[in-house]
């Protein structure tokens, strides 16, 4: 059974910092590129970021880009997003997801999600 469980999500400040996690259980991990998505209150996802298996290559939605960063550690089954600058257009519910842009929905396996609220 392929289960995602993210956590770190809480109420910032703009311009503060802070870092998603998202432990994973149920497939092989290392075997798979993983993505960050969100999504505000009455819309779709929004794919956000992604990392390949090997972790050595990553990729941003333009609104994050520079500001975020994809991270894992396959040894612990684990992905992180490290939120920098955080603006309060960052306020969303943020998921992580097995696969990479092009097949995350298509693969169809995400958690439930934590909630980031940026607000002075």
């Known amino acids: 059974q392929v289960q995602l469980v993210e956590s770190g999500g809480g109420m910032v400040q703009p311009g503060e910092t802070l870092t998603l996690s998202c432990v994973t259980s149920g497939f092989t991990f290392e075997n798979y590129a993983m993505s960050w998505l969100r999504q505000a209150a009455g819309e779709g996802f929004e794919w956000v970021a992604d990392?390949?298996?090997?972790?050595?290559?990553?990729r941003y939605s333009d609104s994050v880009n520079g500001r975020f960063t994809v991270s894992r550690d396959n040894a612990k089954n684990t992905l992180y997003l490290q939120m920098n600058s955080l603006k309060s257009d960052d306020t969303r519910v943020y998921y992580c997801?097995?696969?990479?842009?092009?097949?995350?929905?298509?693969?169809?396996?995400w958690g439930q999600g934590t909630q980031v609220t940026v607000s002075s």
């Open positions: 997801a097995r696969g990479d842009r092009a097949y995350w929905r298509q693969l169809g396996s």
């Open positions: 990392i390949n298996s090997g972790g050595g290559k990553t």
